[in-house]
């Protein structure tokens, strides 16, 4: 069984990167609100080996179970729970874990739900139109697949992908309805707009999008920032890592908010918010991967991260 396991480890992004990010250190509390496999969790726990304390947070029951073997080693320096990031500051209430001193978001997808063909995230197996990450949710990527209006899936398709050709990919999907099976969409999709010529499968920009619907990605995300405010101690850190444009600019805008003393309307002649800056930047510019990061792990293209330090 622990072979198994083991086997099913998602590959942490940015892994020496996010430990820096956070400046981990004894005695002091971290969360980590996308615990996946445990593999940044390991990073900052086997750090300082026995003198940190960690809450990990994940909505997907399997990654939960997949983290409690990996991390069994710290099992007394940890505190797991199955629940969404999106009710942060109530998980931190209710565990006692207040203030903390560092709050990772890792918001891309793990190799975990990608290599199970069932839970219906990748284009590359076939398997049921799903991409919950909470398999006790209601709805699925089949139920918006199959019932959304040509308009809004199309709308839908173009605002979550940034898909120049939703308005056509939209229409062929909803010519071949049922639409059922992760392949099938995919073959949709490549029907529309051809054969691979960029570095993406063409089928990406729909399932990203179809995800982020799914699963209310971008509305949870602004939540759980907002209420990472309120976990904070003074001198904590904020450090997320985005993998698309949706995201980083919702982080980007979000830090930088959070670093004036005024965010009224450029166009008032006096400030009226009372904005008080709850942020310094740590970087100006996004953390990348390395070359040879990336050569190891194709997944890891994309990421940026961005830290943020609490005044």
């Not at 953390?287 to 330090?309: F, G, H």
Request: charged share 20%; proline share 5%.
């Amino acid at each position: 069984m622990s072979l198994t396991l083991t086997k099913m480890v998602h590959t942490p992004v940015l892994v020496d990167e996010v430990v820096a990010a956070l400046n981990v250190r004894q005695g002091k509390r971290y969360v980590d609100c996308t615990l996946g496999g445990g593999g940044h969790a390991l990073a900052i726990l086997s750090k300082l080996q026995h003198s940190c304390e960690l809450l990990g947070i994940d909505s997907d029951p399997e990654a939960i179970r997949i983290a409690q073997h990996n991390l069994y080693d710290y099992f007394e320096n940890t505190v797991i729970i199955n629940d969404n990031f999106y009710n942060l500051e109530n998980i931190c209430k209710e565990t006692k874990f207040l203030p903390v001193d560092g709050i990772l978001f890792d918001l891309g997808l793990s190799s975990l739900q990608l290599a199970t063909a069932e839970r219906g995230f990748s284009f590359q197996h076939s398997g049921p139109l799903d991409m919950r990450f909470n398999p006790d949710e209601q709805l699925t990527a089949a139920d918006i697949v199959n019932k959304l209006p040509e308009s809004k899936l199309a709308q839908l398709i173009y605002i979550y992908g940034e898909e120049p050709f939703a308005n056509k990919i939209a229409k062929n999907i909803v010519n071949h309805r049922p639409v059922t099976d992760t392949a099938d969409l995919a073959a949709i999709v490549i029907s529309t707009v051809g054969e691979q010529h960029g570095k993406i499968h063409p089928a990406t920009r729909t399932f990203q999008a179809l995800r982020i619907a799914v699963n209310r990605e971008l509305d949870h995300l602004t939540s759980a920032l907002e209420q990472s405010l309120n976990c904070l101690a003074p001198g904590g850190r904020l450090a997320v890592i985005s993998y698309h444009s949706l995201e980083d600019r919702i982080v980007k805008n979000f830090m930088l908010r959070e670093t004036k003393s005024c965010i009224c309307p450029a166009n008032l002649p006096e400030c009226r918010c009372k904005h008080t800056p709850q942020f310094i930047l740590i970087n100006k510019h996004p953390v990348i991967p390395t070359d040879s990061e990336i050569d190891i792990n194709q997944r890891s293209r994309s990421a940026k991260l961005r830290i943020a330090q609490k005044l």
